[in-house]
C-alpha cells in the first residue's frame, strides 16, 4: 500500500499563496500518478491537478493558470503552489497518488482558507 502525508495547509487572504507538499511512503515504486483533490464545505470532491511520472500535469479549469503541481527530486513527493487564492478555493486538499496493481491511496487531508 501507499501511505500519504499532506502539509502546508492554513488561513491566508485572497491574491495570497500557499504551498502544500505531500510525501508517499509504502509501495512508491509502484506509483504512477500523483495529485492533488478537494473538497468544499457542502460540495463534492473534485480534482485539483494531477501530474503522471512523466511529468504530464492536469489541472481544473478553475485553477489553471494559478496553480502548479510539481513532483520533488525525490519521486515521492508533489507539490501544489497556489498563487493568487480566492475564497472559492476554501477547502479541504487531499493527496491522492494512483499505484500499479494498488488501490488509489489519499491522505488525511489539511485545510485551506481564503478569507476575502
Known amino acids: 500500500q501507499v501511505q500519504l502525508v499532506e502539509s502546508g495547509g492554513g488561513l491566508v487572504q485572497a491574491g495570497g499563496s500557499l504551498r502544500l507538499s505531500c510525501v508517499a511512503s509504502g509501495s512508491v515504486f509502484r506509483i504512477t500518478t500523483l495529485g492533488w483533490y478537494r473538497r468544499a464545505p457542502g460540495k463534492q470532491r473534485e480534482l485539483v491537478a494531477t501530474?503522471?511520472?512523466?511529468?504530464?500535469?492536469n489541472y481544473a479549469e478553475s485553477v489553471k493558470d494559478r496553480f502548479t503541481i510539481s513532483r520533488g527530486d525525490v519521486k515521492n513527493t508533489v507539490y501544489l503552489q497556489m498563487n493568487s487564492l480566492k475564497p472559492e478555493d476554501t477547502a479541504d486538499y487531499y493527496c491522492?497518488?494512483?499505484?500499479?496493481?494498488?488501490?488509489?491511496?489519499w491522505g488525511q487531508g489539511t485545510q485551506v482558507t481564503v478569507s476575502s
Open positions: 491522492y497518488a494512483r499505484a500499479t496493481a494498488l488501490s488509489d491511496s
Open positions: 501530474i503522471t511520472g512523466s511529468s504530464i500535469t
